[in-house]
């Protein structure tokens, strides 16, 4: 017995028969053409529905645009990055485009691969999301299809960037801190071992803008930063060298709410209580921030607007391959939750 044969991809000749047009006015509504009138609009629409029929992504980009659009992503764990995809994919709502993830795994070998296989697969643009590579290969990239770079500093003529003031997001932080009568307030950031790359990443900017802070309010003998990574496991990595201080701090800033988890944990573990013994405050504001149980002190820096911010400029970068690069830095603002309270004492 012959096994069944596969199912005939509908193809747009058949659309054009169904609808009783040419192929040529297919095209032209596939396309958004000029020339294709409200009613054959409609009678092509129809066909195409009553059909099933997909336009195959590799001919769309023979014709020029596959309408695919490449996101990056460093870490599909941390919960802050699925903020940024909502305000991407919200935007692109009512277009034809569609997003395509990829996972960059926080190395510069495993991103250059990612952003390569999307190159190849001929998607239209690609918005980096706090890439880990270094300066010319995001230009090169750039040079080759419409790129934003979000979650990270510095800028390019080859690309838009949109990202959060993470200065201003730690003075936030430390000035809530302070404010609630703390001075022992540390820090947990993550490692940079790159000197060449380090002025454009957001955890050194946070970093700095800790430090500055602190410096401000007359408690630079206070500074305490210890680096990791942002991580739940570097979270708790970094809670555990600092309760084991012989002083140990009363507040901790953690750069990020998934490391704020970590610093949860091992504040747990050790018997102790927040924000009785320990406050915490995090960075992103991520919904399990919001979580009852949690309810945690985070830097709001707007995912969704990062989202739709970059999307906004792709789509316009698409449009017009010469435009001038643009940069967009978005005011973060304090979320003050349980997580942090005045010192025991």
Do not use: W
């Not at 044969?5 to 032209?28: L, M």
């Not at 390569?116 to 300066?135: K, N, Q, Y």
């Not at 940079?192 to 970093?207: G, S």
């Not at 610093?263 to 927040?274: F, K, P, R």
Request: glycine share 8%.
């Amino acid at each position: 017995m012959e096994p069944p044969a596969s199912p005939r991809r509908i193809t747009i000749v058949d659309v054009a028969r169904h609808a009783q047009v040419s192929t040529t006015a297919v095209s032209k509504v596939l396309r958004n053409a000029y020339g294709a009138s409200p009613e054959m609009q409609a009678k092509v629409r129809r066909a195409i529905d009553e059909l099933g029929y997909r336009p195959l992504a590799a001919a769309r980009g023979l014709r020029g645009q596959t309408y695919t659009i490449g996101v990056m992503l460093p870490d599909i764990r941390n919960p802050f990055f699925p903020e940024i995809l909502d305000g991407i994919t919200g935007c692109l709502d009512d277009t034809d485009y569609q997003v395509l993830l990829g996972p960059g795994c926080n190395g510069e070998k495993e991103e250059a691969r990612v952003t390569e296989a999307m190159i190849d697969r001929g998607m239209d643009g690609l918005v980096l999301i706090a890439p880990v590579s270094p300066h010319d290969h995001l230009e090169r990239v750039a040079s080759a299809v419409p790129t934003v770079v979000v979650g990270r500093h510095g800028n390019s003529p080859a690309y838009d960037n949109v990202g959060d003031d993470d200065v201003a997001g730690a003075a936030l932080v430390v000035g809530h801190l302070a404010e609630l009568g703390h001075r022992r307030i540390a820090h947990i950031e993550h490692h940079e071992t790159d000197p060449v790359r380090i002025a454009e990443m957001p955890n050194a900017q946070r970093a700095d803008g800790y430090r500055r802070a602190m410096r401000d309010l007359g408690l630079e003998a206070e500074i305490d930063i210890v680096s990791t990574s942002y991580t739940q496991r570097g979270g708790y990595e970094g809670a555990k060298q600092l309760l084991a201080r012989p002083l140990r701090p009363t507040a901790v800033f953690a750069g990020a709410d998934i490391v704020a988890m970590g610093v949860l944990e091992a504040v747990t573990e050790a018997g102790l209580s927040v924000p009785e013994d320990l406050s915490v405050a995090g960075y992103d504001n991520t919904t399990f921030a919001a979580f009852g149980p949690i309810s945690l002190t985070s830097v709001d820096q707007a995912g969704r607007e990062i989202g739709r911010n970059a999307t906004r400029l792709l789509l316009e970068r698409i449009a017009d391959r010469r435009k001038t690069s643009v940069q967009v830095r978005l005011s973060p603002t304090l979320v003050t939750r349980r997580s942090t309270a005045a010192p025991r004492g």
